[in-house]
């Protein structure tokens, strides 16, 4: 395994309050992505970084920023959650883009109440 | 822009059957096509890729081969067993664009 870790593996919260989730990768990859995945929509993509300080939005972006302050970290925050924003996320590392796979962490399940 | 469509599940068969999980894809340009198995509680792990037109890649008796001309790359296996049960998922990577996954797969291996 690429040496990923999510943090918090559970995660109950209430509606209206700000999240933050964490990716921690140890294989100095400079590509890492958010997914979540909902039955019936497989994964879907809510922004990546191709570098530190570098990010942008995927395809289901609205209510989620992100930050990359250093190689091994990508924080993904959710500014005020819904019950639409619960999901089990997945974070993702590639050491470069072009047809390489993608290594997954073991995902965070998140509930909004 | 770039899909993947993969058969619904879940695909139930008995311990030995021959499986097909049928997965083609829309893509503008010439992409590398993934199979990705996502065990219960776990993330997603690569099974199997192929970089171009009629290569076939291959992982764990599992088999799938790059079909332009039916822009399809269907997994096949010719004995499943039991630890096969998971959630697959078929995926397109176009240049340098992100993975486009298809919905999953469940495939339910009974004894």
């Known amino acids: 395994d690429a040496g990923i870790t999510q943090s918090p593996r559970h995660k109950v919260t209430e509606t209206g309050t700000p999240v933050t989730l964490r990716c921690h990768q140890t294989e100095n990859h400079r590509y890492m992505y958010w997914y979540r995945q909902d039955p019936g929509h497989g994964l879907r993509l809510i922004h990546y970084?191709?570098?530190?300080?570098?990010?942008d939005k995927g395809e289901v972006s609205d209510g989620y920023s992100v930050s990359r302050s250093k190689t091994e970290d990508f924080l993904l925050t959710l500014e005020s959650a819904t019950s639409s924003q619960t999901s089990v996320y997945f974070c993702?590392?590639?050491?470069?883009?072009?047809?390489?796979?993608?290594?997954f962490g073991n995902g965070t399940r998140l509930t909004v109440t | 822009g770039d899909s993947v469509t993969q058969m619904e599940g879940p695909v139930t068969l008995s311990e030995e059957a021959f499986l097909t999980i049928n997965c083609t894809y829309t893509?503008?340009?010439?992409?590398?096509l993934f199979w990705y198995v996502q065990y219960p509680g776990e993330g997603l792990q690569l099974l199997l890729k192929?970089?171009?037109?009629?290569d076939k890649g291959s992982n764990k008796g599992f088999e799938a081969t790059y079909r332009k001309e039916t822009t399809s790359f269907h997994l096949e296996k010719g004995s499943v067993q039991v630890s096969d049960s998971a959630v697959y998922f078929c995926?397109?990577?176009?240049?340098?664009?992100?993975?486009?996954f298809g919905k999953g797969t469940m495939l339910l291996v009974s004894p």
């Open positions: 993702a590392t590639t050491p470069d883009e072009g047809g390489s796979p993608l290594h």
């Open positions: 995926a397109l990577s176009e240049g340098y664009s992100t993975l486009t």
């Open positions: 970084s191709y570098g530190v300080k570098d990010t």
């Open positions: 893509a503008t340009g010439y992409p590398s």
């Open positions: 192929a970089t171009k037109a009629d």
